[in-house]
């Protein structure tokens, strides 16, 4: 069965090819994904590493390579990979709009470092979060480490601003949330087309924000001059 199964992912891979696939807005993981502890994940990915390097003729024994797999699998449990594991999921600490500001609060220009999980190669860009209270704000701090936490997992930039958005929205009791990320793809830039010029823009709107004049409001703060150098 298994055997039949491979084959015909095999197929599947190659009838999808080079094209951009996305499955839902949720990250595909396995039911036991959290039977074993990040210890244990950590001593397997660094046996596969050094596999995977001793099968391209690498040799291990050389000094600047010896600690490679170690240091490749403790980088994919603790950091580029962190956002897997819901113990990492930041506490989304709310208030009450005991100011009643109503108006669209934005956070700009968060850094966004994350993985293409098509080639496990670097997505690097900006993010910018937008929501209208409803009652309640957020720490300001609290939306980069939403983004940080939905970003540091293997992902596709659609499946990254949905979440960004829908933690959101659950955090703050309201709908009224947006999201835009423009981000370079290593994936696009560094292999295949090699066109090391284009990014990818993808926007996610709930609530006010899918009206016309409140989206365009939101596009309009993106584009102010954010750049504090000289201040």
């Known amino acids: 069965m298994f055997e039949v199964n491979s084959k015909m992912n095999d197929e599947r891979v190659e ?3 080079e094209n951009h696939v996305g499955t839902s807005a949720k990250t595909p993981l396995r039911a ?3 039977d074993i502890s990040n210890e244990e994940k950590i001593n397997r990915i660094q046996e596969s590493v050094k596999d995977i390097l001793q099968t391209l003729g690498m040799d291990l024994t050389d000094d600047s390579l010896q600690g490679t797999p170690k240091r490749v699998a403790k980088a994919f449990v603790n950091e580029l990979f962190m956002g897997l594991d819901p113990a990492n999921k930041p506490k989304a600490s709310t208030f009450e709009n005991n100011y009643n500001y109503g108006e669209m609060l934005v956070e700009k220009n968060i850094v966004v470092y994350s993985t293409c999980e098509h080639h496990l190669l670097p997505i690097i860009g900006r993010a910018h979060v937008a ?7 957020i720490g300001l701090s609290k939306m ?8 540091k997992r293997p992902q596709v930039q659609e499946r990254l601003t949905m979440q960004v958005v829908q933690a959101m929205q659950e955090a703050l009791g309201t709908d009224d949330v947006a999201c835009v990320i423009d981000a370079k793809h290593l994936c696009v830039n560094s292999r295949g087309i090699k066109d090391i010029e284009s990014s990818t823009v ?8 899918k009206n016309k004049e409140t989206k365009q409001e939101f596009l309009d703060y993106l584009k102010l001059n954010t750049d504090f150098k000289n201040v």
Do not use: W
Not at 144 to 151: C, G, L, P, Q, S
Not at 202 to 209: D, I, L, R
């Open 15 to 17: 009838e999808i090819g």
């Open 202 to 209: 993808t926007a996610e709107y709930g609530g006010k924000f």
């Open 144 to 151: 980069n480490r939403i983004v940080e936490y939905f970003a």
């Open 32 to 34: 036991d994904a959290f």
């Open 131 to 137: 929501y209208i209270s409803d009652g309640k704000v």
